[in-house]
């Protein structure tokens, strides 16, 4: 079963920075697509960044566009969101999600595997 693992989240001033982390085990992330989700109170779940472990295929929300970098390190088998410039609307509990074998585009495709999350606190 394939167990992701979140950190790095807690609270911030607006304009401040973050970088989540998300260790996976019993898992590789090759030729998977994975990303980050996230959730406020009161709102649906929204898709924020996401990625191909092999493909050039990076896509963000336009709410995070210019903001956010997802990246991993295959050697520790760890996917990261750096979060710059971070505003009060970026607070919610952030997801972490792997679609081994995807069928599609990665912003696209139905991921199978999440977190449990972390909670990301802006203040104004």
């Known amino acids: 079963q394939v167990q992701l693992v979140e950190s790095g989240g807690g609270s911030v001033q607006a304009g401040g920075s973050m970088n989540l982390s998300c260790a996976a085990s019993?898992?590789?992330?090759?030729?998977?697509?994975m990303g980050w989700f996230r959730q406020a109170p009161g709102k649906e779940r929204e898709g924020v960044a996401t990625m191909h472990a092999y493909y050039s295929e990076d896509w963000y929300a336009d709410s995070v566009k210019g903001r956010f970098t997802i990246s991993q390190d295959n050697a520790k088998n760890t996917l990261y969101l750096q979060m710059n410039s971070l505003k009060p609307e970026d607070t919610a509990v952030y997801y972490c999600?792997?679609?081994?074998?995807?069928?599609?585009?990665?912003?696209?495709?139905?991921?199978?595997?999440w977190g449990r999350g972390t909670q990301v606190t802006v203040s104004s």
């Open positions: 999600v792997v679609r081994p074998s995807p069928y599609g585009p990665c912003a696209s495709v139905e991921y199978n595997f």
């Open positions: 019993k898992f590789n992330y090759s030729r998977s697509c």
